[in-house]
């Protein structure tokens, strides 16, 4: 995808990555998976986004320009990937929530964790550049037939009405949604 494709509005690029693939080769494997879920994070007024805590060395990746990895450690033992929108210091980003495996893809994708764990995806890819030849996001097929649903974010109750916005994407009846 082009970086165009990313410095849009961060709804619209959620709702636009569904049916895409995402594609990480490392050691010499191509991995892919096909984005069936994703959740949109609009910034530092988005009380569920990390960028509402301001610019820290976690976040700066979201506040860089579009079309990079933000990815980070969550629980000490999950890597979460997002995709970064909007012009740089805007500091949005998309997160992957779930895939539907392609090509050489072990193991469970129905959660951000899960995902990155089935894609080899961790810390050491923040940042990087998504029109990149090892680690980028590929342009699928139309949807014909797939509605696509539009529900809360799950996992942020702490946001108070940010919670309740219907910020969660994804592909009505696909088998590989995290929680439909």
């Known amino acids: 995808m082009p970086r165009a494709f990313y410095d849009r509005d961060t ?9 895409t693939y995402l594609v990480h080769v490392s050691d010499g494997v191509r991995r892919i998976g096909r984005i069936v879920e994703a959740e949109a994070y609009l910034g530092p007024h988005d009380l569920a986004a990390h960028s509402a805590r301001g610019r820290t060395e976690r976040t700066k990746v979201m506040f860089g320009p579009p079309g990079h990895a933000y990815v980070y450690l969550i629980y000490g033992m999950y890597h979460c990937m997002n995709v970064v929108t909007q012009p740089e210091g805007v500091a949005a980003a998309v997160l992957l929530r779930a895939l539907e495996p392609v090509q050489n893809v072990e193991g469970r ?3 951000p964790g899960l995902l990155c764990r089935a894609l080899r995806i961790d810390r050491r890819l923040n940042g990087h550049d998504l029109l990149s ?4 996001i590929a342009a699928g097929e139309e949807l014909q037939g797939f509605r696509i649903v539009k529900r809360p974010r799950i996992g ?8 309740r916005r219907l910020l969660r994407f994804y592909l009505q009846g696909n088998p590989f949604v995290s929680q439909p």
Do not use: I, K, M, P
């Open 11 to 19: 709804v619209l690029v959620a709702r636009e990555l569904l049916g």
């Open 109 to 111: 994708t129905q959660g």
């Open 133 to 136: 030849d090892d680690f980028f």
């Open 156 to 163: 942020v109750e702490y946001a108070g009405r940010w919670a």
